[in-house]
């Protein structure tokens, strides 16, 4: 085989995988964003929540976090929220001094976004128990997560760790009637932690909707 040969399949091959990277992009939704190692540091963020309170990362230390990434508009959401599954997981993990935080990466005009007021009544018409809601228009702490669904979750531990992150359950559909039944992720993760047990199911595919950020 001559070198120029051996070169054009090179060229070749890394046009193909190239061409294979830009087509998995698209199918996640064609944004351009990152992933984040599991067992890896929890990208710091410096956001405002519903109530016009600047949040970060930071002012967690030593808590167990959770994110969850939210679109009132998109029917997973709307499944495990219908069905009061989401409420509970959340008033269970505050209870035992777990902070929970919705966040709402939707870009202004896109499905899913809302202004503080706005994010503040849909917590009531939900019946919600996060610890706030996070208000993320521009996309920065969504792409910074490597968010591409909702819903879609990551557990962050006291040292700043994420722990676990992925969907909330296998049943990646948005049936109602999925729930029963159905291996919860989010609530094994916080289990394992809370019994001092490495997070058996670290990382899981998340499936919903895409999240709608700004172009």
């Known amino acids: 085989m001559t070198n120029t040969t051996k070169r054009t399949m090179f060229i070749g091959a890394a046009v193909i995988a190239a061409g294979a990277i830009a087509a998995s992009a698209f199918l996640m ?3 351009a964003v990152a992933s984040i190692e599991t067992g890896g540091p929890a990208p710091a963020f410096s ?6 309170q600047t949040r ?10 959770v994110l969850e990434w939210t679109n009132y508009g998109c029917p997973y959401v709307v499944r495990h929220y219908s069905s009061g599954s989401m409420q509970a997981m959340q008033q269970e993990a ?8 919705q966040v709402i990466s939707s870009a202004p005009g ?20 996060p610890t706030a809601t996070l208000l993320d228009p521009t996309g920065v702490m969504g792409r910074a997560y490597g968010a591409r669904n909702t819903p879609q979750v ?15 359950d296998n049943r990646p559909t948005a049936r109602a009637s999925a729930a029963e039944g159905a291996t919860n992720y989010v609530r094994a993760a ?4 809370e019994a001092g047990r490495p997070v058996q199911t670290a990382t899981t595919t998340p499936y919903g909707c895409t999240v709608k950020y700004a172009d």
């Not at 990551?154 to 909330?168: D, K, L, S, T």
């Not at 916080?190 to 932690?193: A, E, F, G, P, R």
């Open 94 to 101: 505050t209870a035992d001094g777990v902070v929970w935080l």
């Open 190 to 193: 916080l289990d394992d932690m």
């Open 56 to 65: 970060t990362l930071s002012e967690f230390a030593g808590q167990t976090v």
């Open 154 to 168: 990551f557990v962050i531990n006291g040292e700043g760790q994420v722990v676990y992150q992925g969907a909330i």
């Open 47 to 52: 956001v405002q929540d519903a109530s016009g």
């Open 29 to 31: 939704g064609g944004d």
């Open 110 to 129: 896109e499905q899913g976004h809302l202004d503080g007021p706005g994010a503040l009544a849909r917590v009531q018409t939900d019946n919600a128990h």
